[in-house]
């Protein structure tokens, strides 16, 4: 079993930072990529950023210059930071990997964190 768990979401001010932070474990034996997707009320799930086990990065337009990804091969943990947040940033943050299990080497699945909440207020 693979579980991701987010941590580091909470309220803060416009023009502040924070930095989110995703641990994957279980029966992994690699993991491909790790990334962060978002979701703010009446809108659909859309990708902030994403990486590869090899370092290779995507960012969603609107996060290019403000967010970075970055991430802990060796604790299986990717990185958010998020810099001169604005209220239409607040979204619920959610963690995804696409991981090949020890068991199944050679398929990978991909899996969900449960959400961070990340809220950017005055």
């Known amino acids: 079993q693979v579980q991701l768990v987010e941590s580091g979401g909470g309220l803060v001010h416009p023009g502040g930072s924070l930095t989110l932070s995703c641990a994957a474990s279980g029966s992994i034996f690699s993991i491909n990529a790790m990334g962060w997707y978002r979701q703010a009320p009446g809108k659909q799930r859309e990708l902030v950023a994403a990486i590869t086990s090899g370092g290779s990065t995507n960012y969603a337009e609107s996060g290019k210059g403000r967010f970075t990804i970055s991430r802990d091969n060796a604790k299986n943990t990717v990185y958010l930071q998020i810099n001169s947040l604005a209220p239409e940033d607040t979204a619920v943050y959610y963690c995804?990997?696409?991981?090949?299990?020890?068991?199944?080497?050679?398929?990978?699945?991909?899996?969900w964190g449960q959400g961070s909440q990340v809220t950017v207020s005055s």
């Open positions: 995804n990997a696409v991981v090949q299990s020890e068991r199944l080497r050679g398929i990978f699945s991909e899996y």
